[in-house]
């Protein structure tokens, strides 16, 4: 399991840590990980020229002194510092000491505030001009401008070195986070670092696995620094081996009606396709039988001839261990409403959203899975999508709590939510070639299979998301597939998973 936690907790154990170590011994190794990771990425330290952008925290000062490793190793460093006065006195110390040298970054004047480029003016003509060619002939650029301390989007001073790095064919990399975006909730507010590579240090922190944060994180290294974290995380992403953990298998004793029977109520005559998606996941999904109810049994069952269809309306079909209603359902309000007055766990998506009453939900004594992408999310909340898409976190919990339910909102990063709070999953294995009609019916039918096989609504929403996401791979592997296709791949992404 990959875990993230707050900077508030972050900082609580650092204090603890620090008050048992000799002062500075912390930072060393934030410093020795950070230059060793530089390192790799440069392959040879010798002779290389390296740029430090450094603010005036502690996060310079990790800069400051993996630096100054890599200078004793032969590399040109140059500190670039925001704040002459205020920059980490021991590690430009260090620095000098080995070799590196010192440029002022201070009040380099930007031209807007969007795209921010030096400009003639603050320092004047020359310094910028020095700062600029410097970063432009750099082979790494190290990003020690703000870390967990930083609040908000760069300062414009800031904001102008974070453009030159942006403009450079150096690498990038940041140091604990991408200066300027926000640690604990993934947003981004203003101009922020991009960075190749990020160096985190103690545990990962939650904006670095949510977008749109996560994408200017780069690829994302963790450094050990001997911090102690307690229990619970703020966020979680499944590994391989704990999506094995919670996979239903069919043993000795299993028959089709122990191993879980699914309901879809899902699909119309206008998009009898969203019915055929979701029975598509959820036969991959380890119910044992899956019972159609709708209008679209023909296509159904043309597709799927193992599926027992029935035309009957939810409530008066055999019984079901879970529901999946809501793809494709047009404005069938009544299988909706029919659906969430069943006593057993039931997975609500696409038109099933809009569909559903919210006190209907919030009533229900059994669990309840709602799968939302943003649009659907913003239209349940009341706001703008790009809302939901700039505070993913803070959507998939307030729709969590109001809806009394788990939410599994869909995306890059699809997070998933439980309504009593608690650790939020993020799902890592998503990529961009699900962003295909359909793709997101497969999903709720999968999701739905696994709550019938037994899992909470969270592991069912988050096992459903990581097959999702590694058979999207599978099926695409570097060129466009259907939502069918990625359906077809689940057992593949199965196995794999199983394989560890
Ligand atoms: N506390 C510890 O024990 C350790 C801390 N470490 C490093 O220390 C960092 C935290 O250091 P600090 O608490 O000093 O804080 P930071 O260095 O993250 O940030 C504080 C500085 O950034 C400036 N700043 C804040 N927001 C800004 C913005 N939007 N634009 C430009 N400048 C901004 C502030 O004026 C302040 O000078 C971590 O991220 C990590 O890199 C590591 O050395 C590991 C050990
Ligand atoms: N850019 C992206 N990267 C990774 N996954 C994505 C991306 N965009 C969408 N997805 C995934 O694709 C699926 C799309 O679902 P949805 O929007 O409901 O589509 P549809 O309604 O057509 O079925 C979701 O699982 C979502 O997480
Ligand atoms: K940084």
């Known amino acids: 399991m990959r875990t993230a936690y707050s900077v508030e907790t972050v900082r609580a154990a650092e204090r603890e840590l620090m008050a048992r170590l000799p002062e500075g011994a912390l930072m060393q190794r934030a410093a020795a990980g950070l230059a060793a990771a530089c390192a790799d990425l440069l392959g040879r330290v010798y002779g290389s020229r390296v740029v430090l952008l450094v603010g005036s925290g502690d996060n310079g000062g990790d800069a ?21 006065e205020r920059a980490h006195a021991g590690g430009l110390d260090a620095l000098l000491r080995a070799g590196g040298s010192v440029e002022s970054g201070g009040s380099l004047a930007p031209v807007g505030t969007d795209d921010a480029r030096v400009a003639p003016g603050g320092q004047g003509d020359g310094q910028a001009r020095i700062v600029a060619e410097l ?31 942006a403009d450079s064919r150096a690498a990038v990399v ?4 991408p200066s300027g975006i926000e640690a604990d909730t993934g947003e981004v507010h203003g101009a922020a670092v991009r960075a190749d590579l990020t160096v985190t240090f103690g545990t990962h922190k939650p904006g670095l696995l949510i977008d749109p944060a996560r994408v200017y994180a780069g690829s994302v290294r963790l450094v050990d620094i001997g911090l102690a974290l307690p229990g619970e995380a703020e966020l979680e992403a499944l590994q391989h081996a704990d999506v094995a953990a919670l996979l239903p298998m069919p043993g000795a004793e299993s028959d089709k009606y122990r191993r879980g029977v699914l309901g879809i109520a899902a699909g119309s005559a206008r998009y009898p396709g969203a019915a055929v998606l979701a029975v598509s996941g959820a036969l991959r999904g380890g119910a044992g039988a899956v019972r159609y109810v709708g209008p679209a049994a023909d296509a159904v069952i043309a597709a799927f001839p193992e599926t027992l269809v029935s035309d009957r309306g939810p409530a008066r079909v055999g019984r079901v261990q879970a529901w999946v209603v809501g793809p494709g359902a047009g404005d069938d309000a009544s299988s909706v409403a029919e659906v969430l007055g069943a006593e057993v766990p039931v997975l609500v998506d696409a038109d099933g959203l809009r569909l559903a009453d919210r006190d209907a939900v919030r009533a229900r004594r059994a669990p309840t899975l709602m799968t939302p992408h943003a649009g659907e999310a913003a239209a349940l909340l009341g706001v703008s999508r790009q809302a939901v898409e700039g505070a993913r976190l803070d ?21 998933v939510a439980d309504a009593g709070g608690g650790v939020v999953r993020v799902n890592p294995t998503g990529t961009a070639w699900l962003a295909t009609a359909g793709s997101g019916d497969v999903l709720s039918g999968l999701a739905g299979s696994l709550l019938a096989a037994g899992l909470s609504a969270l592991d069912a929403g988050s096992v459903a998301a990581y097959l999702h996401g590694l058979a999207g791979r599978f099926a695409a592997d570097g060129a466009p597939a259907g939502a069918h296709d990625v359906a077809a791949a689940i057992p593949d992404a199965w196995r794999d998973v199983r394989a560890g």
Do not use: M, N, Q
């Open 135 to 165: 970063i432009g002939r750099a082979d790494l650029v190290v990003d020690g401008i703000v870390g967990i301390g930083g609040k908000g989007g760069l300062r414009p001073d800031a904001a102008a070195l974070a453009a030159l790095a």
């Open 395 to 415: 959507s998939v919990r307030e729709l969590a709590a109001a809806y009394g339910a788990t939410v599994l909102l869909k995306g890059a990063t699809t997070l």
């Open 174 to 177: 940041a140091v604990d986070l």
């Open 64 to 84: 400051l002194y993996a630096g100054a490793r890599l200078a004793r190793r032969g590399a040109g460093v140059t500190a670039v510092l925001l704040a002459p």
